[in-house]
């Protein structure tokens, strides 16, 4: 496929790698001009002349809706316009609404599996939007991850990320707790990964990405605590959560409280950019 590829920082860039590698032809934009193996466009709506697909990796709902008001004029009647940023729902069916209108398809993709999974072609994607476009890009979903599920209307993406990491970051929160109470009762970490990661409270969190050093699958705590998914990445995601329970009147205190948590790691403690999982210093060692 033509694909055009807006936003080539530590998730973009190795996608857009990744699609190259399987043959597509991928022209990309991004303000900071990476060093890549394929062609860079002048602006986001060069890069848009005649793409088939355009994939989008923002920041926010604020930069998506304003990429999208530039590269949705330039798109050719028919072409996806589909979005892999984490951002609000509102946002996500806005953009949606406008590209419709404008006689284009529309997907809300955001992914989970970090900057290792975009690298390796591992990412999950968590897809709203149209069926037909579901269809054409999973193709390109198939590359770029080993797993994409398609959760209805546009914005149902967005949905399923946030909710799926208001568990995440709750779960990691009571996991870094329970290795640092293990530690206080002279509970060996091995033998407390060896018992929970087989029994009633095993979790991703523990299992795949566990957050004490050596112990477990390698994870960012074997390298320093170098982020895979950075604790200002999650803190904006459960910042998204907040905000849709909020508009949709759903009581989440569990959420709210891994929000402070996480505010007071990035905003007044050592956090930003660190993992998120390097809250089990924090805890072991205070």
């Known amino acids: 496929m033509k694909i055009a590829f807006l936003g080539l920082g530590n998730m973009g860039l190795p996608m857009a790698e990744n699609l190259v590698a399987a043959g597509h032809e991928v022209t990309g934009f991004d303000p900071a001009r990476p060093a890549a193996s394929f062609p860079l466009a002048a602006s986001g709506a060069a890069a848009a002349d005649g793409a088939e697909v355009m994939i989008t990796m923002l920041p926010s709902g604020e930069v998506l809706r304003a990429v999208a008001a530039e590269v949705v004029p330039k798109m050719t009647r028919g072409a996806i316009l589909l979005d892999c940023s984490t951002v609000d729902v509102d946002s ?41 476009a579901f269809d054409t890009a999973r193709p390109l979903f198939d590359v770029m991850g080993q797993k994409a599920v398609h959760c209805g209307p546009s914005g149902n993406g967005q ?43 095993s979790s991703w969190s523990m299992t795949a990405y566990c957050p004490a050093p050596g112990i477990g699958p390698d994870s960012p705590a074997d390298n320093g605590y170098r982020p895979g998914f950075a604790a200002e990445l999650m803190l904006k995601d459960l910042r998204l959560a907040a905000a849709a329970a909020e508009s949709a ?6 959420g709210r409280a891994a929000l402070e948590q996480y505010r007071d790691f990035v905003e007044n403690e050592d956090g930003r950019g660190r993992d998120f999982s390097a809250m089990l210093p924090r805890f072991a060692d205070g």
Not at 103 to 129: E, H, N, Q, R, Y
Not at 184 to 199: E, K, P
């Open 159 to 201: 949905a399923a990320k946030i909710c799926n990491n208001m568990i995440l970051g709750a779960t990691m929160i009571v996991t870094c707790e329970a290795f640092a109470l293990a530690d206080r009762l002279g509970l060996d970490r091995q033998a407390m990964f060896d018992v929970v990661s087989t029994s009633s409270g």
């Open 92 to 132: 996500a069916r806005a953009v949606a609404e406008n590209a419709h209108e404008a006689g284009l398809l529309a997907l809300d993709a955001p992914v989970s599996g970090g900057i290792g999974g975009a690298k390796g072609g591992t990412l999950t994607f968590m897809v709203g939007g149209d069926a037909a």
């Open 249 to 254: 009147g759903v009581r989440t205190p569990l």
